[in-house]
């Protein structure tokens, strides 16, 4: 009796065995499908966001963590960057590209609408000049609405004073992807508003609004320029292109709130 039950249950397992390896198969290429559906979706949206792509006819396709890459483009180098973000994608073990060059390539005309793209970066460019606007000691950004279309901002609220509708209207325009600015700001005395050009501010906080604000400058070269803080006096050290670069730096430094005085000497011409 009991060498029956051993064979029953070895009969069991055998049955069980046999049968767990294809559900195995089955589970693993449920994942592996699933994988390379978000590498082709993250490789697509990357190209929609990348400006030298985005309006180029790509499509792609990943089996297995292969890549491969169709359609058409203008020149080599597109192709070449199609390849390399499409190899730099983690997950992504190979990459076919099959993709057509042609000289007089024309790129397909898009439906009415923003593309994704242009929405990204519109709100982008609404948030670099809504972050320059909160950080300056002189424009009360609560009372500033921004909106952005393709790259052309427009501004409108109140301000305090006429200098300070002009400076909110030059920190947008200097602003890295701003096309143009419609300055609609009215000036409007806000007896509630509290900050003053003396407020106190943390010099760790000082130096990093000011780096930030040259990086989202389109007119600045934040990555050759060092900043640093010592109880509100700001220090700019490295190079610049010109004077008018330089004196773009201090300004947008002083804009900062808590700033007490900006020194320059050591920012040289390259």
Do not use: C
């Not at 592996?32 to 030298?52: F, G, K, M, V």
């Not at 792609?60 to 483009?73: E, L, M, S």
């Not at 390399?84 to 790129?107: L, P, R, W």
Request: proline share 2%; no cysteine.
């Amino acid at each position: 009796m009991k060498l029956i039950k051993k064979q029953h249950s070895a009969l069991l397992v055998l049955m069980l065995s046999s049968l767990s390896v294809p559900v195995l198969a089955q589970d693993n290429k449920a994942r592996q499908d699933l994988l390379d559906a978000r590498l082709e979706s993250q490789i697509l949206t990357t190209y929609q966001l990348s400006p030298y792509l985005r309006h180029d006819d790509i499509s792609v396709a990943v089996k297995d963590g292969k890549a491969t890459i169709t359609g058409k483009v203008e020149s080599d180098v597109n192709k070449d960057l199609a390849t390399e973000i499409a190899q730099g994608v983690k997950g992504v073990s190979d990459v076919d590209n099959k993709m057509i060059t042609e000289e007089n390539y024309q790129t397909p005309v898009r439906k009415a609408g923003p593309s994704y793209a242009e929405i990204i970066d519109d709100a982008s460019v609404t948030a670099a000049v809504k972050s320059k606007l909160m950080w300056s000691r002189y424009v009360d950004s609560g009372s500033t609405k921004i909106t952005t279309k393709k790259g052309m901002v427009t501004l409108t609220g109140t301000a305090e004073t006429k200098e300070a509708v002009e400076l909110a209207g030059n920190l947008a325009m200097t602003t890295r992807g701003v096309m143009s600015v419609d300055n609609k700001l009215t000036v409007e005395v806000n007896p509630d508003n509290k900050s003053k050009p003396g407020t106190v501010m943390a010099d760790s906080w000082i130096t990093t609004k000011v780096k930030s604000t040259f990086m989202y400058s389109r007119n600045v070269d934040g990555s050759d320029i060092a900043v640093n803080t010592s109880k509100g006096v700001v220090t700019l050290e490295g190079l610049v292109d010109s004077g008018s670069e330089k004196a773009l730096a201090v300004q947008l430094a002083e804009n900062i709130k808590g700033v007490q005085s900006v020194k320059a000497g050591s920012l040289t011409f390259k």
